[in-house]
């Protein structure tokens, strides 16, 4: 066989352990489709739109911690890549974009469908690289892949159009040296930090994603300081089974025991997290940070000592140098405020909240406020689906819904586009998740607005024979814009969905497709999608008045809502 460009990456990326590559085939893409045809291991999926594309790679290399992979053809193609890509990136997932170019001798010559790569991919890329001589192989590959995997973020490699089918005059194997550091600060820090540590009387953690790995140490140092856990949503998998120290996320999805935990502590440990929102840390507390990368350690709230260091390895180091803490009453009042928020959730959930006092469910379909509560959607997902079950989410309320019903028991996994905050990013990350492990399921909490966005890739479903379960909470709007507009005193507007019935959509698509309307029939309809072989989607009509009050409501938000009610009754 012929040692062109596009066989050296081919035959990379299968010694990578890549099992598929997510994109639409274009024509500078014809050399590299060809030779993933002709691959024993490596699959195309063609998506039907680039955009899916990137959020499906992006989604195997969280869940795998390895190289996602995903292509666009020149111009366009590769300008629909963007929003997934800018999401890995966010979320400092380690992919590869493959994207075409316009024939060598026509770059820079404003050629038809012309894009400069280099230039688009600025921002969004750790590294990006335009392969101009077959000479440059696997050198350049080399690289670029070595820039995702180490750095954990987006390289773009760019392939003229007519490089594919070159030759290289080098015949050598490729070689990725991609072992990661790990490291931990020097002794005196971490003495400092004890000390802090030791002298407090209410420590409470802020747990992130950047602690996945270290879960046995961040339990110690929960026990050794009798300190409440708060989790980011991120942290949500990982730490919330099983662990008698947690209380729930902060934030607007979070809680009112989260909210308290950080506000009466008198010093907060951070570890591997970078929650972004400012105005949900405590004032006038110590504060000790532990993260991998040092620009992050401070950059949200001040902080006395920070630790630059794997999560893990900083702790094995700190933990022998942690008192006992002699008293539980931090931890035990937060933990007593979680179990009663948690049963009241638990209350909100039962389908028959939303009964009249005769007993009658209210119809929806008779009612322009669809009844089911969204919460009791999200509850019966929870009961029903596997332990193992890979859940993704839309931007949004049914990211509060998930967040706030849905325990990540078990080995359940989670992602969703929680850094940049992307609509339709649900559906098209479960098809990746479901082609990374086939024989988990996979559950997609799918926003109306969200879902209808790439709608398309519904297709890709189908086409693949993918068994993923898509649950739609379809309250005809915009739910999480709504209710921030009236937080702020604005009456709705532009939020509400013309939408269709997307079970028949579904079903119009070949793919089963169920529609509930009534409280009454949810619970059934959710365990019979579970039940049913292949792709499913549960069109659930749920309450578009439905409100996610936040841990900490403020009185202005509260004014805001009577206000913008008033408006819109008016």
């Not at 030779?35 to 869940?63: D, N, P, Y």
């Not at 729930?248 to 929650?275: C, E, K, R, V, W």
């Not at 948690?342 to 009612?367: C, F, K, S, V, Y």
Request: with cysteine; charged share 20%; aromatic share 4%.
């Amino acid at each position: 066989m012929a040692r062109t460009v596009a066989h050296v990456i081919v035959n990379a990326l299968e010694e990578l352990g890549v099992q598929h590559v997510f994109g639409v085939v274009g024509d500078a893409l014809n050399p590299l489709t060809e030779a993933i045809r002709t691959s024993a291991t490596l699959s195309w999926v063609g998506c039907r739109h680039e955009e899916a594309a990137a959020f499906a790679a992006g989604a195997q290399a969280q869940l795998s911690g390895t190289l996602g992979v995903c292509m666009g053809t020149v111009g366009p193609g590769s300008v629909h890549l963007l929003n997934g890509l800018y999401d890995a990136a966010k979320t400092r997932a380690p992919v590869l974009a493959i994207c075409g170019q316009v024939p060598l001798a026509e770059i820079g010559s404003d050629y038809f469908q012309e894009v400069d790569n280099d230039l688009l991919f600025r921002d969004v890329a750790v590294h990006r690289a335009t392969v101009t001589s077959p000479d440059q192989m696997p050198r350049m590959l080399e690289s670029t892949v070595r820039a995702a995997v180490t750095q954990g973020g987006v390289a773009v490699l760019t392939v003229p159009g007519d490089l594919g089918d070159r030759e290289l005059s080098e015949d050598r194997p490729v070689r990725f040296a991609l072992d990661r550091a790990v490291t931990r600060p020097d002794d005196p820090a971490l003495t400092r930090a004890a000390a802090l540590l030791n002298a407090a009387s209410r420590v409470t953690l802020l747990v992130g994603a950047g602690a996945r790995d270290a879960r046995t140490e961040v339990m110690r140092t929960a026990e050794q300081l009798a300190a409440p856990m708060v989790l980011t949503l991120k942290a949500k998998e990982g730490f919330e089974d099983h662990n008698p120290f947690q209380v729930g996320q902060t934030g607007l999805i979070g809680n009112p025991a989260a909210a308290h935990a950080l506000d009466s502590g008198d010093t907060l440990l951070m570890l591997g997290t970078d929650f972004p929102y400012r105005e949900w840390y405590p004032q006038d507390t110590r504060t000790v940070q532990i993260d991998s990368r040092e620009d992050h350690l401070g950059r949200r709230t001040p902080v006395d000592i920070g630790l630059a260091g794997d999560v893990g390895a900083t702790l094995r180091a700190l933990l022998p140098l942690l008192d006992q803490a002699p008293d539980r009453t931090h931890l035990d009042d937060a933990r007593e405020k979680f179990v009663r928020w948690q049963e009241g959730q638990q209350r909100l959930a039962d389908p028959a909240h939303e009964q009249h006092p005769g007993g009658r469910a209210r119809a929806a379909l008779d009612n322009p406020h669809h009844m089911i509560r969204p919460e009791a959607l999200a509850a019966a997902v929870d009961t029903h689906a596997a332990d193992d079950a890979v859940f993704t989410s839309d931007t949004g309320m049914a990211t509060v819904w998930l967040s706030r019903l849905v325990t990540m028991r078990g080995t359940r996994r989670l992602i969703g586009s929680y850094n940049l905050g992307s609509m339709a990013n649900a559906m098209p990350q479960a098809i990746g998740a479901q082609l990374w492990s086939p024989d988990r399921q996979t559950v997609a909490f799918c926003g109306d607005g969200g879902l209808s966005m790439l709608l398309g890739d519904l297709m890709t479903i189908k086409t693949y024979g993918l068994p993923v379960k898509l649950v739609v909470f379809d309250n005809h709007r915009l739910g999480m814009v709504k209710l921030e507009q009236e937080q702020a005193g604005l009456p709705e507007f532009g939020t509400e969905l013309d939408n269709p019935d997307f079970a028949a959509v579904a079903r119009a698509l070949g793919i089963d497709g169920i529609r509930v309307s009534d409280p009454a029939d949810l619970d059934d309809a959710v365990r019979r999608a579970f039940a049913t072989p292949g792709p499913v989607l549960l069109d659930v009509l749920t309450n578009p008045g439905e409100v996610a009050v936040p841990g900490r409501p403020t009185l202005a938000q509260g004014w805001g809502f009577a206000v913008a009610k008033i408006k819109e009754m008016l």
